[in-house]
């Protein structure tokens, strides 16, 4: 900000921030600059064209003297009456333009003390940071009116002002899908960041308000430490930036541990984690109960629910309550029976409760630590409606380590790879969460899965799989599957658990990536891939079992990864290996002698086997009309939507190197994202390759004439009338990841996992071409592509490709010759 004025310039202040990280006194100091900037510009500007019924108001962060280096300066203007507030129109844009001028974003309200003391629905802001006027200049006597009125009005409005304050606020924890454990948070809205703290101050001064002040009462120590420790990372965000940035990145871990030389950023993460959840679960239980005490028609509920109570448990304002809680002393055991009642009544625990568990938390880990035969116990609650609400339960209340100390080395443990969003605890409970949630699923494929797991005789024993899978992540420097099993061995022993359920929970933690690597580097319709998988599972109930692994397990990497397609990808490798393991050997070959009339076995022959398995016979016959189309110019395209994805077919004899890549190529120029694509010829010489692709964009759904569009365009380019490199060229230049994030390229070849072609993988920093630039290296390599399948984690591309050298696979000096040519492409482009 070197525009600043240098009375308002916060580069002083930053320096000393810097130095010593102090944000409460950087916090202080930048508000007393503005404050003195404000003052000075209201008496030069605002109040000589009005001496009396002005006052200005500091209100929000700027009014609790809470003012970041580059926040909003929240202003309001009072006004005696709207007749005042039109006639100083001028005086107030000359104000407001000085503090502009001066480097400050202003955001101001002109406002009457009437307008100050009603309820806006539409602009609940505006009462909210009334909580937090703080008089500036001008007419006392004016602001002294509006503190007089405020105390009653926020006493007499109270439940609507609490109403919504919790709109607000569930809409900001929904977009934050209702966790603060994001690796990248975002430290002023995520959940249990600077915003939920001031939900607690706010709803504080609600509930201690009397008719004849406005009440600030200092949050409990554990708050305010969690407040400082937020404070200065906001702080430094801030001053990092150079502007009003909030979200912890990666890159901005690193360089604040380096600042203040706080070690290992993923080490000092846990405590950015720690002090959130101190705030969020303060948060949440000042807004459920002030809801609770706001609603009458919850109380109606609430009581019905009271009736739930047991000889172990009450149930009060919605919540279970210990009636001995001296009995955990005796019998440790007794919270497990408080969790599954949590489990089948989807009730919560009182703080109280929470509060009396914290308390012997040292006892209950004592015990639980020896071993004991709790897996009765445990196998009834994991498998009853409400069971993820009863692990995140006991996740919050340190129980679940309490239970399986296995787990501690991954609470709040942050795994950087730039494609998951929450630190490995929570993605555990997230994939519990959302393999429960298919219960309820109406629509296909998800309902298929749903129908899947109410088929499992043992839910709870896939629930366990899912605590353990990632167990081993906590364990540096070794295989994370392996350290996985290892941990869960012990506690299989410590809670008693039967050899049955042993072994499937075994063999689910270590086979919990065998289908997500399949459908992401093999061809799901080689019989090879088939069979493979099939000795891996070796029972269709493990195939189940491990199908609805895989699906949660992909789900909770973040909300956007398990798309429609990813669905049904899976459940179509579901379906063909439970064929696989339930078919007869002899029918393991599909004969290549197809029937039908003439001309459809002369469009067949030369086809390879493959095209019949991945084809029905109405797209059998899709492709001959295309392939008729094609006669007059030698080229047919047709394009076609999918359930989840758009379709891209073309049927050509004009063969030359690079077809594929220059298709490719154009799709996107387009902005398409390929998901799959596959790669046929006859023996006529008549070419026909497939595109699934993505329309991240909407872009052919919106505007339906790029449909027409995108088809001609991939005729010219087959016709050569176009050069694909021109088309790319147009194409926006991607923004690179952080030098911590960026993929080295690696190229890997495997001649054994087809029975017909050699399979490669590359991985590489994505890039808008980069499959075109690929496909091309390997067409002036003379290799032919049969399949390549598409996978994108994050900025991360992992491509996989099926390919033959003149009809067989790759020799071991094409792979090398191959190999260093795709590795330059990565690293340089094509």
């Known amino acids: 900000m070197e525009n600043l004025h240098s009375s308002v310039s916060p580069a002083p202040i930053q320096q000393a921030f810097l130095a010593t990280g102090d944000s409460v006194t950087a916090l202080a100091e930048r508000t007393m600059q503005v404050d003195r900037l404000v003052n000075d510009s209201a008496s030069s500007l605002l109040f000589p064209a009005a001496p009396a019924g002005i006052a200005v108001l500091a209100v929000g962060g700027y009014g609790r003297r809470q003012l970041f280096p580059y926040s909003d300066v929240d202003v309001l203007l009072l006004f005696e009456s709207e007749r005042l507030a039109m006639s100083s129109k001028e005086s107030i844009s000359a104000f407001l333009q000085r503090l502009w001028d001066s480097g400050m974003r202003v955001s101001h309200s002109v406002r009457t003390p009437a307008e100050c003391t009603?309820?806006?629905?539409?602009?609940?802001?505006?009462?909210?940071?009334?909580?937090?006027?703080?008089?500036?200049?001008?007419?006392?006597?004016?602001?002294?009116?509006?503190?007089?009125?405020?105390?009653?009005?926020?006493?007499?409005?109270?439940?609507?002002?609490?109403?919504?304050?919790?709109?607000?606020?569930?809409?900001?924890?929904?977009?934050?899908?209702?966790?603060?454990?994001?690796?990248?948070?975002?430290?002023?809205?995520?959940?249990?960041?600077?915003?939920?703290?001031?939900?607690?101050?706010?709803?504080?001064q609600m509930r201690e308000t009397e008719a004849?002040?406005?009440?600030?009462?200092?949050?409990?120590?554990?708050?305010?430490?969690?407040?400082?420790?937020?404070?200065?990372?906001?702080?430094?965000?801030?001053?990092?930036?150079?502007?009003?940035?909030?979200?912890?990145?990666?890159?901005?871990?690193?360089?604040?541990?380096e600042q203040w030389q706080m070690g290992d950023a993923a080490v000092w993460m846990r405590q950015y984690y720690r002090h959130a959840r101190t705030i969020y679960r303060a948060a949440i239980r000042q807004l459920e109960a002030n809801e609770a005490q706001s609603s009458s028609l919850f109380a109606q509920f609430r009581d019905w629910r009271s009736r739930l109570a047991n000889a172990d448990f009450s149930v009060h304002r919605e919540r279970a309550h210990f009636r001995l809680p001296q009995a955990l002393d005796a019998e440790p055991e007794v919270v497990l029976r408080l969790f599954e009642f949590v489990a089948r009544h989807g009730i919560g625990i009182s703080g109280e409760a929470e509060q009396q568990i914290e308390a012997r938390l040292g006892h209950l880990q004592a015990y639980f630590r020896e071993s004991h035969p709790i897996w009765g116990a445990l196998n009834n609650m994991f498998a009853l409606p409400h069971a993820p609400m009863a692990l995140r339960a006991m996740h919050d209340t340190g129980i679940l380590t309490a239970l399986f100390p296995e787990l501690e080395q991954i609470e709040c443990l942050v795994v950087r790879d730039f494609y998951h969003r929450y630190t490995v605890d929570e993605h555990t409970l997230v994939a519990?969460?959302?393999?429960?949630?298919?219960?309820?699923?109406?629509?296909?494929?998800?309902?298929?899965?749903?129908?899947?797991?109410?088929?499992?005789?043992?839910?709870?024993?896939?629930?366990?799989?899912?605590?353990?899978?990632?167990?081993?992540?906590?364990?540096?420097?070794q295989n994370h599957v392996e350290a996985s099993l290892r941990l869960a061995v012990q506690a299989f022993s410590?809670?008693?658990?039967?050899?049955?359920?042993?072994?499937?929970?075994?063999?689910?933690?270590?086979?919990?990536?065998?289908?997500?690597?399949?459908?992401?580097?093999?061809?799901?319709?080689?019989?090879?891939?088939?069979?493979?998988?099939?000795?891996?599972v070796e029972t269709v109930e493990r195939l189940k079992a491990l199908t609805l692994l895989t699906y949660a397990d992909i789900s909770a990497v973040n909300p956007n990864v398990m798309t429609p397609w990813r669905a049904e990808q899976l459940w179509q490798l579901y379906l063909m290996v439970y064929n696989e393991l339930n078919r007869e050997l002899e029918t393991e070959r599909i004969e290549m002698d197809p029937s039908g009339p003439p001309e459809r076995l002369e469009f067949l022959r030369g086809f390879p086997t493959r095209y019949l398995r991945t084809h029905n016979d109405s797209e059998i016959d899709e492709h001959m009309l295309l392939e008729e189309k094609s006669r007059k110019r030698n080229v047919a395209v047709e394009v076609r939507k999918l359930e989840s994805a758009y379709?891209?077919?073309?049927?050509?004899?004009?063969?030359?190197?690079?077809?594929?890549?220059?298709?490719?190529?154009?799709?996107?120029?387009?902005?398409?994202?390929?998901?799959?694509?596959?790669?046929?010829?006859?023996?006529?010489?008549?070419?026909?390759?497939?595109?699934?692709?993505?329309?991240?964009?909407?872009?052919?759904?919106?505007?339906?004439?790029?449909?027409?569009?995108?088809?001609?365009?991939?005729?010219?380019?087959?016709?050569?009338?176009?050069?694909?490199?021109?088309?790319?060229?147009?194409?926006?230049?991607?923004?690179?990841?952080?030098?911590?994030?960026?993929?080295?390229?690696?190229?890997?070849?495997?001649?054994?996992?087809?029975?017909?072609?050699?399979?490669?993988?590359?991985?590489?920093?994505?890039?808008?071409?980069?499959?075109?630039?690929?496909?091309?290296?390997?067409?002036?390599?003379?290799?032919?592509?049969e399949v390549v399948?598409?996978?994108?984690?994050?900025?991360?591309?992992?491509?996989?490709?099926?390919?033959?050298?003149?009809?067989?696979?790759?020799?071991?000096?094409?792979?090398?010759a191959l190999g260093e040519a795709l590795l330059r492409v990565c690293h340089h482009g094509a």
């Open 432 to 477: 519990i969460h959302n393999l429960w949630a298919l219960r309820h699923a109406d629509d296909l494929p998800l309902k298929a899965y749903g129908d899947l797991l109410r088929e499992m005789q043992q839910p709870s024993v896939l629930l366990f799989a899912l605590l353990f899978h990632d167990a081993g992540k906590g364990s540096p420097g």
């Open 789 to 816: 399948l598409i996978d994108t984690q994050a900025h991360k591309a992992i491509d996989v490709f099926y390919m033959t050298a003149a009809g067989k696979k790759l020799d071991t000096s094409r792979q090398t």
């Open 212 to 257: 004849t002040r406005l009440g600030v009462a200092d949050p409990p120590p554990e708050l305010q430490q969690a407040f400082r420790f937020l404070a200065r990372l906001r702080c430094y965000l801030h001053c990092q930036s150079g502007r009003d940035n909030n979200v912890l990145s990666f890159e901005a871990q690193d360089t604040a541990a």
């Open 118 to 204: 009603e309820v806006h629905d539409r602009n609940i802001e505006l009462n909210v940071s009334l909580l937090d006027q703080r008089f500036l200049a001008g007419d006392r006597a004016l602001y002294a009116k509006l503190v007089e009125k405020l105390p009653r009005f926020i006493t007499a409005n109270r439940d609507a002002l609490i109403r919504n304050l919790a709109q607000l606020t569930r809409e900001r924890h929904t977009k934050f899908a209702n966790t603060f454990y994001h690796l990248e948070p975002n430290v002023k809205e995520t959940p249990g960041g600077l915003r939920d703290y001031q939900l607690i101050c706010w709803l504080t």
């Open 647 to 785: 379709q891209l077919t073309m049927v050509t004899t004009v063969d030359r190197p690079g077809l594929f890549a220059a298709v490719a190529g154009t799709l996107s120029s387009f902005g398409m994202n390929i998901l799959k694509a596959e790669a046929f010829s006859n023996h006529r010489g008549l070419i026909l390759d497939t595109f699934t692709f993505a329309d991240p964009s909407r872009t052919l759904e919106l505007n339906p004439t790029e449909v027409d569009r995108l088809r001609t365009m991939v005729e010219r380019v087959i016709a050569g009338k176009i050069n694909v490199k021109e088309l790319l060229r147009n194409r926006p230049k991607p923004t690179l990841p952080a030098r911590s994030a960026r993929i080295p390229a690696q190229v890997a070849f495997d001649a054994e996992a087809s029975s017909t072609a050699t399979l490669v993988e590359i991985v590489a920093e994505d890039r808008p071409g980069l499959l075109y630039d690929l496909a091309s290296a390997i067409a002036s390599n003379g290799c032919n592509i």
């Open 494 to 536: 410590r809670i008693h658990m039967p050899g049955a359920d042993r072994d499937i929970a075994q063999f689910l933690i270590h086979r919990h990536l065998e289908l997500s690597s399949v459908m992401q580097g093999r061809d799901l319709f080689d019989p090879q891939t088939l069979r493979d998988v099939a000795h891996q």
